[in-house]
């Protein structure tokens, strides 16, 4: 347990909207909500798209009908990424010990820093907030306090702030702890937050109150660990060390509803390829894969699938879900979407040599899939695909280039 710690959540406000008015300036001040496809739904909004009424969650076909004055964009993820890249660079240039936390947020720990900027902790928080801003024209809001559960909780109060900077110290954590509902406080969901509110537990503060011992019986060691964490202790120190995440998926809606087998194979293509890409990236592979398939009556069907081998190339996930692709395909049902989930990482330096493993292709899949990476930095995204059928041209499985180049 480490204590005298001031840890900062930096969270991005809004931060897929914020990227695409930060590229496209003349939608700020409006109503703008981020789409996950023209069949999709609404993903992030703009806090005048919250004030018209725009749902998260909410069907793009329903949104556009109930508030035909909103502006509706399909969301960039490389945009996105790339934005996020920045951002967190910014974060690791102001301090040696940065935590991403995910795509828009970030734990910096800021303890010591008030004397090598010589400012108090306000003041740093304002510095990182207008350097994020002069640079790369994203808003964030900030929360401070001594640990990470109460940093996040600081977060949330400070997007209501004049300032978007929240300090909760050391003699105010009882007063934040009072006005916090229990499910305002990280790590406890719906569910968790219905069984402390069963117990007549509905503040933060109530549930601190309760010895270590009754928290034990009933909510674990979890439990005692988020009571110690508002409390102002540090059991989970900020840290360079990289957490994978627990799973990377890709899905979208299509344009049109679609029975065409080739087309569904084309489409799941293209989001392997994406998820491989970004695990080549953190420089890991994946044992499990899941395949999602939504009907245009929005049923969906989910199905995994272990690999014989842990990998990151395109065409060893392919290979497996295509075949649970013809498993679960349908020629008379119509399609919505279609997506893959990469799961059960493995960092590559952790990789352990398999004496029999009998994988020839191994070696040559990993070249050809950091050729490909290299080839997307230097050209552009999606410079090489992968099909079945270009202009109509039936064609094996492999690598194409544009179609434009193949006539």
Request: net charge positive; hydrophobic share 35%.
């Amino acid at each position: 347990m480490i204590n005298q710690k001031y840890i900062a959540l930096i969270d991005c406000d809004s931060f897929f909207v914020s990227c695409e008015q930060t590229r496209d300036k003349s939608l700020r001040g409006k109503p703008v909500s981020v789409v996950s496809g023209d069949r999709g739904c609404v993903i992030a909004r703009s806090k005048e798209a919250k004030k018209l009424g725009v749902l998260m969650g909410m069907p793009l076909f329903q949104a556009k009908k109930q508030f035909p004055s909103g502006i509706y964009i399909n969301a960039d993820h490389y945009l996105y990424t790339v934005t996020s890249k920045q951002v967190m660079s910014i974060l690791k240039n102001v301090s040696p010990f940065v935590q991403v936390y995910s795509i828009d947020e970030a734990f910096v720990d800021m303890t010591g820093l008030v004397k090598s900027y010589k400012m108090n902790y306000f003041e740093l928080a304002n510095y990182i907030r207008e350097k994020i801003w002069d640079e790369v024209e994203i808003p964030v809001s900030i929360g401070i306090s001594r640990s990470k559960t109460l940093a996040k909780l600081a977060s949330d109060y400070s997007k209501n702030t004049k300032t978007h900077i929240k300090l909760v110290g050391k003699q105010h954590i009882d007063n934040i702890l009072k006005i916090s509902n229990v499910e305002d406080v990280w790590g406890f969901g719906r569910r968790l937050s219905k069984k402390l509110n069963s117990y007549c537990i509905k503040t933060a503060y109530d549930f601190v109150q309760k010895d270590d011992e009754w928290i034990k019986q009933r909510f674990g060691k979890n439990g005692i660990f988020t009571k110690y964490e508002l409390l102002g202790k540090v059991l989970s120190p900020v840290t360079n060390e990289r957490t994978l995440p627990k799973s990377i998926s890709d899905s979208k809606s299509f344009s049109e509803f679609s029975s065409d087998l080739k087309y569904l194979k084309n489409e799941l293509q293209i989001h392997i390829h994406e998820t491989c890409s970004r695990l080549r990236k953190i420089n890991s592979k994946c044992s499990t894969i899941g395949l999602l398939l939504k009907t245009k009556d929005f049923q969906t069907y989910y199905v995994k699938s272990k690999l014989e081998y842990p990998t990151n190339f395109e065409f060893d996930v392919s290979k497996v879900a295509f075949k649970e692709l013809e498993n679960l395909y349908q020629p008379d049902i119509l399609y919505r979407s279609i997506g893959i989930v990469l799961e059960d990482f493995i960092l590559l330096e952790n990789e352990q040599i398999n004496l029999f493993e009998k994988n020839p292709d191994k070696i040559p899949h990993e070249k050809l899939g950091k050729a490909l990476d290299k080839l997307e930095k230097k050209y552009g995204k999606n410079v090489v695909r992968t099909g079945f059928t270009t202009k109509d041209i039936p064609f094996k499985q492999g690598f194409l280039t544009s179609p434009k180049d193949i006539d």
